[in-house]
């Protein structure tokens, strides 16, 4: 029983929601980079503690895929994001209403359910500075918990990177 808990447990940190959308340059010879560096200005949006667990998330993805993070790189990423909040437009109605003879009338309340829902854009490129500029880029809309405590924001940030960089180098046909 322990061991069917932890399963689903482990699939619930580890699974994202994440809807991405993918683009990049399809003149680009993505054999060519093999490492790659951080923006040093880079503006993420994010809280300082959560910039730094998604870099850590990225850079255990890009090395697993045999990239090295170096200080002068063939390529640099940038990591931006904005909030969403998504306000719920979800509601009862309550109606009261009669008629007698050519008279109508009601009346209609309308109660909210539920309350607002966050999300959080996340944009990340990869530049090439001796190029053309940005090669690779992924958008990432997903949704996140601003109270949840660092140990769940750790598990979404790996399960987020995982998601994103699954498709990289992409598949060029």
């Known amino acids: 029983m322990r061991l069917i808990s932890r399963f689903f447990l482990l699939l619930i940190l580890t699974s994202c929601g994440a809807v991405i959308n993918y683009d990049y340059e399809s003149?680009?010879?993505?054999?060519?980079y093999?490492?790659?560096?951080?923006?040093?200005?880079m503006k993420t949006g994010l809280?300082?503690?959560?910039?730094?667990?998604?870099i850590r998330a990225i850079d255990a993805k890009l090395q697993a895929l045999g990239f090295q993070?170096?200080?002068?790189a063939d390529f640099y990423i940038d990591i931006q994001s904005q909030e969403i909040i998504n306000r719920t437009n979800?509601?009862?109605g309550v109606g009261v209403g009669g008629t007698g003879g050519n008279v109508g009338g009601g009346v209609s309340v309308g109660i909210p359910l539920g309350g607002s829902q966050y999300t959080r854009e996340?944009?990340?490129?990869?530049?090439?500075?001796?190029?053309?500029g940005t090669f690779w880029q992924a958008i990432?809309?997903?949704?996140?918990?601003?109270?949840?405590?660092?140990?769940k924001r750790e598990a979404q940030f790996m399960a987020l990177a995982e998601k994103i960089l699954s498709k990289y180098p992409p598949q060029i046909k």
């Open 27 to 32: 003149s680009t010879d993505f054999d060519s």
């Open 34 to 41: 093999k490492t790659y560096g951080y923006y040093d200005d």
């Open 47 to 54: 809280s300082e503690l959560d910039t730094k667990r998604l």
């Open 69 to 72: 993070r170096v200080d002068v």
């Open 90 to 92: 979800s509601n009862v």
């Open 122 to 132: 996340i944009v990340i490129e990869f530049v090439d500075d001796s190029k053309n």
């Open 140 to 151: 990432a809309e997903t949704s996140f918990n601003p109270n949840a405590k660092p140990e």
